[in-house]
């Protein structure tokens, strides 16, 4: 809190900057770390069709809110902290939104979508999916592990900063 006992917006928004990374990196990290790997225990194109299923849902408001949003207010808050110099929070929270935008929304985009893609236009018979299945997993999964690692660490930037700006 400020003198006058007003909680700092900047503090308050980079609070909630390091819920919304840490909610992106756990998202990714359960991809990672265990849904995909359920899905390996199925035949290659049920694990497809779950995956389709699973794409066609994550596409809604409230993972697109969680990912997108908290990459505005990444934004909002590097500008911000540009321009209160002196903060002792400035370049933390810009390594942040940096290193979100490139690892998260980036990689979503140019890694993880077109591969989402590729598996909804795949052939709907069993080999085909099969093979679909394969062509996906390896490169999907390789972006996820990006996309985990980099929403974490952005979320640990944002705490260092915190803490190092006192």
Known sequence: ?????????????????????????????????????????????????????????????????????????????????????????TWWVVASAALYLVTVVFVTGGGNVPRNNALAAAPDEPEGLAAAWRAFRAGWMGWNHVRTLGAAASSALLAVGLVAAG
Do not use: C, H, Y
Not at 6 to 34: E, M, Q, W
């Open 1 to 89: 809190m400020g003198k006058t006992g007003r909680v700092d917006l900047l503090i308050a928004g980079i609070l909630v900057a390091v819920v919304g990374t840490g909610v992106a990196a756990g998202v990714f990290f359960a991809f990672s770390a265990f849904v995909v790997q359920g899905l390996d225990r199925l035949p290659e194109a049920d694990a497809a069709r779950a995956m389709r299923a699973v794409n066609v849902t994550a596409v809604r408001w409230p993972l697109m809110l969680e990912l997108f949003g908290t990459a505005l207010l990444l934004a909002v808050l590097a500008v911000a902290s540009l321009l209160r110099p002196g903060s002792g929070i």
